[in-house]
């Protein structure tokens, strides 16, 4: 065994050069996704930039930007302009998304268009799925569920991303699309989705708190990893052809026991309220933004990430 003094690890941290040729994960701008949340207006998110929206007109020169720094692909979130109890703007063919998609996959032919795939923004109550006075219904959520996803597949998305945590989602959209004539179109399954207040951000851009109870009744708790096993188990079985951790950071445990269960590619999503953090303590000064972006990206991908998921995608891609 070789020890100190022969043994120095800090010979190979002298120099940027050095680090640079032994580093182990590295990050890679065709391995990111950026966001876009897309409503019937333009508005600024002045604190958090990346979870503005932008109408369906402004929308193409923002994704310009981000496809000319060389990002591979956006994922798409909807904000109606009514909401439902059904959800129905979800997966009406002029919804805002559908539009998107048809004006996105005109002007971008290369671009990854890949949509969120839930109900949460377009209902009225804000869950995920179609609710009685005994809660969230999962087997009628099913259809509803499938329908927007064919919906997407229809207007040209690339994948579909369902975030619901229904039971049956994947198989049901599987069978849909399949049945629609997008057999060739990839599923990337939000399989170990936990119910996560690190989406604050998320839910406040998006317009989709729910407006009573919560999500505890669908999505993970955070106590668990062996169960988000078993959803990703289910999520294969039923035809998913990417799985995804989220949040990613504080799962880091998840993505690295995901990665080396199954074969699939594995995606994780840099949530808004893990961008929010760090972009609240910059904003005070208390740590450089772009170093705990770098950090934190760097860790998702060492844990096991093939993909992420994140805000920070546009900003930099340019140096990645
Ligand atoms: C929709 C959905 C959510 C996020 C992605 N898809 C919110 C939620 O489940 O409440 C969160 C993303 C983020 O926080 O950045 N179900």
């Given at each position: 065994m070789s020890t100190f003094p022969q043994t120095r690890l800090r010979r190979l941290r002298r120099t940027g050069a050095l680090r640079d040729l032994v580093r182990e994960t590295r990050l890679d701008r065709r391995d990111l996704v950026m966001p876009f949340f897309v409503g019937p207006d333009t508005r600024a998110n002045e604190g958090l930039p990346a979870l503005g929206r932008y109408s369906v007109a402004d929308l193409p020169r923002e994704?310009?930007?981000?496809?000319?720094?060389?990002?591979?692909?956006?994922?798409?979130?909807?904000?109606?302009?009514?909401?439902?109890?059904?959800?129905?703007?979800?997966?009406?063919?002029?919804?805002?998304?559908?539009?998107?998609?048809?004006?996105?996959?005109?002007?971008?032919?290369?671009?990854?268009?890949?949509?969120?795939?839930?109900?949460?923004?377009?209902?009225?109550?804000?869950?995920?799925?179609?609710?009685?006075?005994?809660?969230?219904?999962?087997?009628?959520?099913?259809?509803?569920?499938?329908?927007?996803?064919?919906?997407?597949?229809?207007?040209?998305?690339?994948?579909?991303?369902?975030?619901?945590?229904?039971?049956?989602?994947?198989?049901?959209?599987?069978?849909?699309?399949?049945?629609g004539g997008h057999e060739s179109l990839p599923i990337v399954s939000y399989a170990a989705k936990y119910a996560s207040a690190f989406y604050g951000p998320f839910r406040e851009a998006a317009e989709s708190a729910p407006s009573f109870g919560d999500r505890r009744g669908y999505q993970m708790d955070p106590g668990n990893v062996r169960e988000a096993l078993r959803e990703c188990e289910l999520d294969v079985a039923e035809g998913a052809d990417v799985l995804m951790v989220k949040p990613a950071l504080p799962n880091l445990d998840v993505i690295r026991a995901v990665r080396d269960r199954f074969d699939l590619p594995v995606a994780a999503y840099n949530v808004s309220g893990e961008y929010a953090m760090v972009k609240a303590a910059a904003a005070r000064g208390w740590l450089d933004e772009r170093q705990a972006a770098l950090e934190s990206l760097t860790a998702i991908r060492r844990a096991g990430a093939d993909l992420i998921v994140t805000y920070w995608a546009r900003e930099l891609a340019p140096s990645l």
């Open positions: 994704v310009e930007a981000v496809a000319a720094a060389g990002i591979p692909g956006v994922i798409l979130f909807g904000i109606p302009d009514a909401k439902d109890e059904e959800g129905s703007g979800a997966w009406d063919a002029d919804g805002v998304i559908q539009q998107a998609l048809r004006e996105l996959r005109e002007r971008f032919p290369e671009l990854l268009l890949l949509t969120d795939v839930c109900l949460c923004e377009y209902t009225s109550h804000g869950h995920c799925g179609v609710v009685d006075e005994h809660g969230v219904l999962n087997d009628e959520s099913l259809e509803l569920i499938a329908r927007t996803a064919v919906s997407h597949a229809d207007a040209g998305a690339d994948a579909v991303c369902p975030s619901d945590m229904m039971d049956g989602r994947v198989a049901a959209i599987r069978s849909a699309l399949d049945d």
